[in-house]
């Protein structure tokens, strides 16, 4: 609903009784209006003399002229289309705007507040007596690719001319996040080897998820709250590029990056800072994708694996979700360091479907284990990054970081923990995803096996499906405690206006002697981790101080994650 709400639709022989336009005025909710209403009802009251003479003597002009002697007709109503019109006849006063019906002072006393609200049924389903928000599609688009949402669109909302790159937004205090280093705690020292001094490889992970533009314009009423220039792509996208050039991380793992944007601008813009660009977009006609870009002055690329979770001809596994496995490099001439496996995700979101959740991470994990092994049969240094869609402590949490799940009577709507009360009760199937799928239940791609052998391997498998519970062969640990230091309030990831939890991760194979790790998991420091560093999460009191997500200064509903971490070189070295 505009600002300016003109009083200007009124059909040719129908009565303002006629309860499309008295719903029309009334929603108004402003006095003049309410008196304008008023006298038009009085004027088309059953057996008013206006009301009951020949419509053919009744002229649909603006002026209402007929073709009887003017002192034989009767009194005229006023033009709806003129001000003066109701001047004239003493119902409004004659310092009345003439541009139309506006929003009282009470109701909109600032050009960026929020419409009043409207009783009618909204489109995420709430019922028409419900007092909310005006509904999206009678909310200009916020950020949406045409016009709306432009300076141009935004000073016919405001009623004032925006210059172009100006926001007239409220005074938005930027959000503050420090650095925890970790350092200190951390074995600093070089090795030496055959007279030849060893040093660490010290580098940075990103994890953020960039928001996509189609998404935020499929879904504006999650961003009812947000002033709407924010939400403008042309207003995102520098903000995006400044963020990620100030933390410059080495490793960068994007989710819900749009495809068109990717190939136009945030590849070439990334390439212009020295980063090598690896991209996988979601099946089907999903417009966004998963990105991992990695600095080329400090690792090179040794191999890319793409992960698509659709299978057709498996009702489980229908979803267009997808991941992005690189196998890095790093670039030391000092030192011989072993490769890091580097896997970015974003699963999908549906918070009622835990069993599509595991058996797209079954699939993620069980190709993982396939790029990071070593020729002993171990793995490489794992970094397991993006968007779970799952809470801290939930099933599907615990799976990744206990390396084991027992499902047993589990609902499928608890195995993310997104919802407090989950719909629905029905409980996970034995085994979660067929054998067809090829995956076992320890998230390893079934090895080809000889006949002889055949029938007790099928055996064996066939007793690991019936059993309700899965596991995987990595050793991870999260980099981020999820509760505040200060506070042990939890910290938050994302936020709009329907939530504020963390879903984020960065998952890493920690090596021993590791601050977060427990000492079951972790590997040896030449295959492992250790965690330097991270920027600071924030709880929701400090996300309500600017105004929640996305802000000025913030253009994702998402924080990006960024950690430090430590590769010792190779033993054999």
Not at 164 to 176: D, I, N, R
Not at 473 to 499: D, F, M, N, V, W
Not at 556 to 563: A, E, G, M, V
Request: net charge positive; with cysteine.
């Amino acid at each position: 609903m505009s600002r300016h709400t003109n009083v200007n639709y009124v059909r040719p022989g129908v009565s303002p009784n006629h309860p499309m336009f008295g719903r029309y005025l009334s929603t108004v909710g402003f006095p003049p209006a309410q008196t304008v209403y008023n006298h038009w009802r009085h004027w088309y009251q059953p057996g008013h003399l206006w009301w009951t003479h020949p419509f053919h003597l009744r002229h649909p002009s603006s002026s209402f002229s007929t073709v009887r002697h003017p002192a034989n007709r009767p009194p005229r109503p006023p033009d709806p289309y003129r001000w003066s019109s109701w001047r004239q006849t003493g119902i409004l006063p004659h310092n009345q705007p003439r541009q139309g019906l506006q929003s009282s002072a009470g109701l909109m006393d600032r050009s960026n507040s929020e419409p009043p609200q409207k009783r009618r049924k909204s489109a995420d389903g709430r019922p028409a007596g419900e007092k909310t928000q005006l509904s999206p599609e009678h909310l200009p688009p916020k950020g949406s690719r045409s016009t709306k949402g432009s300076s141009k669109w935004l000073s016919k909302v405001t009623g004032m001319p925006i210059p172009p790159g100006k926001l007239p937004s409220p005074a938005t205090p930027e959000l503050k996040r420090h650095w925890e280093d970790l350092s200190h705690l951390c074995n600093a020292a070089s090795s030496v080897k055959g007279g030849e001094q060893k040093w660490p490889f010290d580098f940075s992970v990103m994890s953020y998820n960039i928001l996509s533009q189609d998404l935020l314009c499929d879904n504006t009423y999650l961003y009812r709250h947000c002033h709407p220039p924010v939400l403008d792509w042309c207003h995102r996208y520098p903000n995006i590029i400044k963020e990620l050039e100030q933390h410059s991380a080495d490793i960068m793992c994007l989710q819900e990056v749009q495809e068109d944007h990717y190939k136009n601008q945030i590849k070439p813009s990334l390439e212009s800072l020295g980063y090598h660009c690896e991209y996988k977009r979601r099946t089907g006609l999903k417009p966004d994708g998963c990105a991992v870009v990695f600095k080329r002055e400090r690792f090179s690329l040794v191999s890319c694996q793409p992960v698509e979770y659709f299978r057709r001809g498996v009702p489980l596994l229908d979803r267009d979700n997808v991941g992005l496995i690189v196998l890095l490099q790093p670039i030391d001439p000092h030192s011989s360091l072993t490769n890091i496996c580097v896997a970015n995700t974003h699963l999908l979101y549906n918070p009622r479907r835990g069993d599509i959740k595991l058996a797209q991470l079954a699939m993620l994990l069980a190709e993982i284990s396939q790029v990071a092994q070593l020729p002993d049969s171990s793995v490489c240094p794992v970094l397991l990054c993006g968007d779970f869609n799952s809470v801290p402590w939930s099933p599907l949490y615990r799976f990744i970081r206990d390396s084991r799940l027992e499902y047993d009577g589990l609902p499928i709507g608890k195995v993310s923990g997104q919802e407090e009360n989950p719909r629905g009760q029905r409980i996970l199937n034995v085994p979660i995803w067929p054998r067809s799928l090829g995956i076992s239940q320890q998230c390893q791609y079934e090895s080809q096996t000889t006949d002889s052998d055949l029938k007790d391997v099928e055996q064996a498998e066939l007793d690991g499906f019936t059993k309700p519970s899965i596991e995987h062969c990595l050793k991870l640990t999260s980099a981020y405690s999820h509760y505040l230091k200060e506070s042990s309030q939890p910290e938050i990831t994302t936020c709009h206006s329907r939530t504020a939890i963390t879903v984020d991760y960065i998952f890493y194979s920690a090596a021993l002697g590791d601050v977060t790790a427990q000492a079951e998991c972790s590997v040896p420091p030449e295959k492992g981790l250790q965690l330097l560093g991270r920027l600071a999460l924030v709880g929701e009191d400090e996300l309500q101080k600017v105004n929640s997500l996305p802000n000025k200064y913030n253009s994702s509903d998402h924080l990006p994650l960024l950690t430090r971490f430590r590769l010792h070189p190779r033993a054999d070295s």
